[in-house]
């Protein structure tokens, strides 16, 4: 007798338990979905850092190009003999003729 009037009262203790077992999985469940979702949105953004990240590498790379093209034309430059001048001076050629025969 004992054991059919326990028999309910485990019944309900066993329902309990298993509503609020639902309950926890259920909310594991929607903070795991809410985890995810935000992990997401950190991936995209980081994305979005990278492309912007790999155009301004892009652009520095050719910029020091550039510098290093320039840097090297004035090494070449000076090997070959060239100098910086200072001033500029032109001849002036009073005719239009090139070249003339001088009369001796």
């Given at each position: ?18 509503i609020?077992l639902?309950g ?5 469940y ?33 910029t020091?190009m ?39």
């Amino acid at each position: 007798m004992n054991i059919l009037l326990s028999f309910p009262y485990q019944s309900k203790l066993v329902w309990a338990a298993t509503i609020l077992l639902i309950g926890l999985l259920l909310a594991l469940y929607i903070v795991q979905v809410n985890l995810i979702t935000g992990s997401a949105y950190n991936i995209s953004s980081l994305e979005g850092q990278l492309k912007e990240f790999r155009e301004s590498n892009k652009s520095l790379e050719r910029t020091y190009m550039q510098a290093i093209q320039l840097r090297n034309m004035d090494e070449m430059a000076s090997l070959m003999g060239f100098e910086k001048i200072s001033s500029v001076s032109y001849i002036r050629v009073i005719d239009s003729a090139v070249a003339q025969n001088l009369p001796e």
